[in-house]
């Protein structure tokens, strides 16, 4: 039930396409779901996140999508550049009876061709 | 702001040998973790600590020791290193525990291999 499952695992677009990385979750108590960024030999950065009262947000060419009743939510990055080329992880925060934990995704590699 | 630290950035270690990985941070955060990044596994969290004197287990923690004695310092600590430790950890911090809205700063890494 803790488990953030993410997909796909790798992914290839070209520039100016659109890269959508999906997940999903089972724990209906999570109350916050951030993305984060990471470039090779970097540590993770937040990119960008949405609570589960709301169904999309939108920062730049960044976009959430949050479906409550799938347990499903999703990054689009539109118009895609090589420098978007990275890795990046979903997670899902449950702060409950004194646990304050992250649990992320397995990850998604994109790859943007210029 | 040097924000989160990570020392060292590489280490190999033989198998039973132990070590403490550093982390420290300067922007007076409660939360401090710990995770391990594996090919495939996405970000595991090892232990966690809400402030000084406090700490938890996560996900993965056999193996592994943490003591945070001040606010600034959450040290990792590897009592007999197994190949299953190879891996790259990750230190990361929040301004509190509290409301997991605020953002968690992650170091820049430690990169172990046990063999």
């Known amino acids: 039930q803790q488990q953030v499952k993410q997909s796909p695992q790798s992914l290839i677009v070209q520039k100016g396409g659109i890269s959508i990385i999906n997940c999903a979750y089972e724990?209906?108590?999570?109350?916050?779901f951030p993305w984060y960024q990471q470039f090779p030999g970097k540590g993770p950065a937040l990119l960008i996140a949405i609570r589960p009262d709301v169904s999309e947000k939108k920062e730049g060419r960044f976009t959430i999508s949050f479906n409550k009743s799938a347990k499903q939510f999703s990054l689009h990055i539109m118009d895609s550049q090589p420098g978007d080329s990275a890795t990046y992880f979903c997670a899902a925060s449950l702060t409950t009876s004194g646990t304050y934990k992250y649990i992320f995704g397995t990850g998604t590699r994109l790859k943007v061709l210029a | 702001n040097a924000g989160v630290t990570q020392t060292p950035k590489f280490q190999v270690l033989k198998t039973g040998q132990s070590m403490t990985l550093q982390c420290a941070q300067d922007?007076?955060?409660?939360?401090m973790s710990w995770y391990r990044q594996d090919p495939g596994m996405g970000l595991r969290l090892i232990h966690y600590s809400v402030g000084a004197g406090i700490t938890d287990q996560g996900e993965v923690p056999n193996g592994y020791n943490v003591s945070r004695s001040t606010t600034e310092d959450f040290p990792l600590r590897l009592l007999s290193a197994a190949p299953s430790q190879t891996s790259v950890y990750f230190c990361?911090?929040?301004?509190?525990?509290?409301?997991?809205?605020?953002?968690?700063?992650f170091g820049p890494g430690t990169r172990l291999t046990v063999t």
């Open positions: 990361a911090s929040r301004i509190t525990p509290r409301d997991s809205s605020y953002e968690q700063y």
């Open positions: 724990n209906t108590a999570f109350d916050y």
């Open positions: 922007m007076n955060h409660e939360y």
